[in-house]
């Protein structure tokens, strides 16, 4: 369980660092936090997940779409 | 080991993200990354001696160590903190000069 | 209060502050809310004064070792305040004060840029005296923070930038950082350096290859603070293009402060002392190239970021040695150099705003700008020539005493040498940013764009009270601490539980002297190279090298590995 | 071009290699982890420092300071963000640009659900703030939960799902967060300044020997509470300018 979860964050990073377009990127980091807090969640450290969840999930989400928003949102490089 | 080894390998795609991209939204990306791959490692880590969760109480069992946790709430905290700064910053140079490429950026700086 | 209390004081005075000035931004009444700012940085700022005071007794009586609120040493976050963090302490205070002065005639101002100010100096106070690997951790993120933050506060485009590349860089190498705490707790389940020390020093082989290790990750990540080589490419730009202020205060104490840190916690790892000899040589080389680079700047502030990075390199270099005798000498040049840097960036900063130009090879008449924009006597003109004869070590200037106290240290050394041609290249490159108060080279032909430019930025411009007060102050302190640096070296040592070695006599000895009088010579032939024809075109190449983003990062990675592989290969 | 990807390409690779060689030793080695912290703090934690959760007793108790040191780290941030967008915001005439860009986010939908749903997640943010020493949580997760409930009634507010409520409770603006933020900052400050536990303590067994029962924990309560209304201050703040739905 923790191996899978942990691939699924890996795989999520990386779509998040290639993909042209930022927005799926900054929902990719918002997943693999969601699937972190999970992970802290089973390995006995709930008040890690919860921090996890709010402000990896929550408050970096919200600044993520908030600067593409404002910027724009193909990567053009 | 097969967990830490992908932890390994999550760090290593953030640092490379770092340098090789050049877009500064996914530099930030980038750091976040290398950030989520450490608190991994010491919560991982830290719950290999026990079975419980660190509140007292409850069922029977041994705690795993509190402690890389505790520290790891520090952790997250200032690692979105280095996001939000980061953003700002990109969203002020956007402004001003259209982009977000580092090298672009960089060149349109002008600074010898 | 006992001792242990107080000792957290000149952390707590400055957060106090940065709150007022929180609340005095909230406020919506402008005089209320501007006198409320104001005591806030008194408190911040002058105050602790009085605390380091009370601690001194202690201090001399051989400082003080507790763990915050008196926890179990086991699990609570250590300290230790010593004659090193009085000492450093000290140094942040003065320099954050003048700084503090300076900005307020020159900007930038306002509640928010006075309470961030004020927690960059109380990070500065918390990193001094930590003996806890964490809290170092979270100090150095605090002043890594407030930095970024100053330095986008100048609002100019390149500021911006550079504080986005010191941000990435920096924090990049805080991941390392912990990891290689990771390391170490898990050898030793301490956070403590004492308890790390006896936690490694239990263990069958001191730790082996991870310890070594994890002690290379967090000497690399914080070399990248004290932009020692290769990890020096974010610091000039940050620190050209901050604001002048902000500028003294990141040259002048910013990049110091984590040295002395750093040479505390090296004091308690089994590698630590190859670790501080190798940086110490790469401080020798960084003192000599960051010189040859800002002898080719034409961009007078970025020209005074490279004299920054190279004059760490004499205080890396003399830290490096690992000995008690260094550090004094180390710290004094520190000191030193917060002092002088601090008024060179000070009174370059505001010649350049006056004349509204910050090329080197352009600006003339600098003089006429001063007056122009109201300071008749040339006050500014008189503190920049006792800061850059600081900088290039003439006597009686303080520079002169403890760059010749550092270079003492190495005689009969290869690094002797290089120093010494670094001492050269400094005076060649401070004849060459002279040369703003030079007359024009002919008559203004006529109202070209650049001149109708120039005359509005000069007209817009009044330089104040309290700018010209800060360059007294620091300008007198350069003059005071160079003619009683027997006396301030003597104290010092006493501090760092050592004695002087070198008396002020054997510096103003005859071969001291005529070391000097070379160094002026060929100083001066360099220089004149340097504004010549192939000299420029020199100068020109060595500013167009490629400077990639991605270089910050790999020359980071290079120097952790080369670190790694002395540290696991010969321990 | 295709140079320059080569060269981008090949600057991965060496810092993957050489950050591999220096950091894989460190999270590969099979070291034991350590148990006396663990083993100290599950007898000595509640104890010492009166909280159940012995995450809360290390962050709030036993390394508080740290913790201090993470609530400056996000004061600055914050106040760094918020002056930076203002800044911008200023420079370009009142920020006309961040009304309405924020326009597809004000549906009717949205508004109401958002009204009806901030007094829930306010108070879910309080439970969180509150036992954060027995359960679960604590003063910074309950202060973005709070953070989050008072976005929701920045949003909410134009068709006001809690205005109709209680007018009063709409009136969040940008000044009173950062006076909300900085009082709470002075509590903070004022909680750990040394020597102010040392006295507290003192005076909790004073009362206690005269027979008025203050728990040991009630200091790490008081440092939940002013955590969470720093951190849901600050964090508000920043959100509701980066939605730009707050007019002044």
């Known amino acids: 369980m923790t191996e899978l979860i942990l691939f699924l964050v890996c795989v999520g990073s990386a779509y998040a660092l290639l993909s042209k377009d930022l927005l799926h990127g900054a929902i990719a980091l918002s997943a693999t936090s969601v699937l972190s807090a999970l992970l802290f969640f089973i390995l006995k450290a709930p008040d890690v997940a919860i921090t996890e969840a709010a402000v990896g999930a929550g408050v970096s989400t919200v600044i993520f779409v908030w600067a593409i928003r404002e910027t724009e949102r193909k990567d053009r490089s | 080991m097969i967990a830490r080894s992908l932890i390994l390998c999550l760090f290593i795609t953030g640092l490379v993200g770092l340098t090789t991209r050049r877009n500064l939204v996914k530099k930030a990306y980038a750091l976040s990354i290398m950030n989520s791959a450490v608190v991994l490692l010491f919560v991982l880590e830290g719950s290999g001696i026990g079975d419980k969760a660190p509140l007292l109480g409850g069922s029977p069992g041994v705690f795993v160590d509190p402690v890389p946790q505790a520290l790891m709430l520090t952790a997250i905290v200032v690692g979105v903190c280095v996001s939000a700064l980061a953003l700002t910053i990109a969203y002020r140079l956007h402004r001003i000069y259209g982009t977000l490429d580092a090298d672009e950026l960089k060149r349109l700086v002008g600074h010898e | ?571 | 071009m295709t140079g320059r990807r080569t060269m981008n390409a090949l600057g991965g690779a060496i810092a993957a290699v050489l950050s591999l060689a220096a950091v894989a030793p460190i999270v590969l080695a099979d070291a034991p982890w350590p148990r006396a912290a663990r083993d100290l703090l599950a007898t000595a934690g509640l104890e010492d420092t009166g909280a159940s959760n012995l995450v809360s007793a290390i962050y709030l108790g036993y390394r508080a300071f740290d913790t201090l040191g993470e609530t400056i780290v996000l004061l600055a941030a914050l106040a760094g963000s918020v002056s930076l967008i203002v800044a911008e915001g200023s420079s370009r005439g009142a920020g006309k640009n961040l009304a309405d860009k924020a326009k597809p986010l004000h549906t009717e939908i949205v508004n109401v659900i958002a009204g009806k749903l901030a007094p829930i997640v306010l108070l879910f943010g309080a439970y969180v703030m509150l036992y954060g020493h027995s359960s679960p949580g604590g003063g910074f997760q309950g202060g973005v939960v709070l953070a989050s409930g008072i976005i929701f009634i920045a949003i909410g507010r134009r068709s006001g799902g809690l205005g109709r409520i209680d007018p009063s409770l709409t009136a969040f603006g940008h000044a009173s967060l950062a006076r909300i933020e900085a009082a709470a900052f002075s509590g903070i400050l004022l909680l750990s300044f040394p020597g102010v536990g040392r006295a507290v303590e003192a005076f909790r067994v004073a009362a206690w020997n005269r027979g008025l029962g203050i728990p040991a924990v009630s200091t790490i309560i008081a440092l939940n509470v002013a955590i969470g209304l720093k951190v849901g201050a600050g964090v508000a703040l920043m959100c509701v300018l980066m939605l730009g739905g707050n007019d002044e």
């Not at chain 3, 509640?111 to 004020?118: E, R, Y």
């Not at chain 3, 730009?237 to 002048?244: E, S």
Request: aromatic residues 10%; glycine residues 10%; hydrophobic residues 55%.
């Open chain 3, 1 to 571: 209060m006992n001792d242990a209390e107080l000792a957290l004081v000149p952390i707590f005075l400055p957060l106090v502050g940065a709150a007022m000035a929180l609340v005095a931004k909230s406020l919506s009444e402008g005089r209320a809310s501007r006198i409320l700012e104001t005591s806030g940085a008194v408190v911040g700022l002058a105050l602790p004064w009085a605390a380091l005071a009370g601690l001194l007794p202690a201090v001399m009586a051989g400082g003080v070792s507790f763990t915050v609120s008196g926890w179990a040493p086991a699990i609570g976050i250590a300290e230790r305040f010593d004659g090193l963090a009085w000492l450093v302490d000290a140094l942040g205070f003065a320099g954050a004060g003048a700084a503090y002065l300076y900005s307020r005639g020159n900007g930038p101002k306002g509640p928010v840029f006075t309470a961030i100010f004020l927690v960059q100096t109380s990070a500065l106070a918390a990193t001094a005296s930590t003996a806890d690997l964490f809290n170092l951790f979270v100090c150095l993120e605090v002043l890594g923070l407030s930095s970024y933050v100053l330095v986008a506060s100048s609002q100019k485009p390149g500021a911006f930038l550079a504080a986005f590349s010191y941000l990435t860089v920096s924090s990049a190498a805080m991941v390392f950082f912990l990891i290689g705490l990771f390391g170490l707790y898990r050898l030793t389940g301490s956070l403590s350096y004492e308890g790390i020390e006896a936690g490694l020093s239990a263990l069958a082989d001191g730790g082996g290859a991870t310890a070594s290790l994890s002690s290379a990750c967090i000497v690399a990540a914080i070399a990248i603070r004290v932009a020692v080589m290769p990890v020096y490419g974010w610091l000039p730009d940050a620190h050209a293009m901050a604001p002048h202020a902000v500028s003294a205060v990141l040259s002048g104490v910013l990049i110091k402060t984590p040295l002395f840190a750093l040479g505390r916690l090296l004091g308690f790892l089994p590698t630590g002392h190859q670790a501080m000899a190798l940086v110490g040589t790469a401080g020798v080389v960084t003192a000599l190239v960051a010189v040859i680079v800002a002898l080719s700047q034409k961009d007078a502030k970025r020209l005074l970021a490279y004299h920054s990075i190279s004059q760490v390199g004499y205080i890396v270099a003399a830290w490096g040695l690992g000995t008690a005798e260094g550090l004094n000498a180390a710290y004094m040049h520190a000191l030193f150099h917060a002092l002088f840097k601090g008024l060179l960036f000070l009174s370059v900063g505001t010649v350049t705003d006056a004349a509204g130009n910050r090329n080197v090879y352009t600006l003339r008449n600098a003089t006429a700008a001063l007056r122009l924009s109201g300071d008749r006597r040339l006050t500014v003109a008189a503190a920049y020539a006792v800061g850059a004869l600081s900088i290039c070590a003439i006597p009686p200037f303080n520079g002169f005493a403890s760059k010749n106290a550092i270079a003492y240290l190495f005689k009969g050394g290869w690094e002797y040498w290089a120093l010494f041609a670094a001492g050269v290249c400094t005076i060649a490159s401070f004849m060459k940013l002279s040369m703003i108060y030079l007359p024009p080279r002919r008559p203004v032909a006529g109202p070209d764009e650049a001149t109708a430019e120039t005359q509005i930025a000069v007209a817009a411009y009044r330089i104040s009270l309290s700018m010209k007060t800060a360059m007294l102050a620091l300008a007198l302190l350069c003059i005071a601490t160079g003619l009683f640096y027997g006396k301030l070296n003597g104290f010092a040592a006493t501090l760092l539980g050592t004695a002087p070695k070198v008396g002020a006599g054997t510096l103003y000895g005859s071969s001291e002297l005529a070391k000097t009088g070379i160094s002026l010579v060929l100083g001066a032939a360099l220089f004149l190279f340097a504004v010549s024809k192939p000299g420029k075109a020199a100068a020109a190449l060595v500013r167009s090298r490629p400077r990639s983003y991605a270089g910050l990062v790999l020359a980071f990675v290079s120097g952790l590995a080369a670190l790694g592989a002395r540290l696991v290969l010969f321990p």
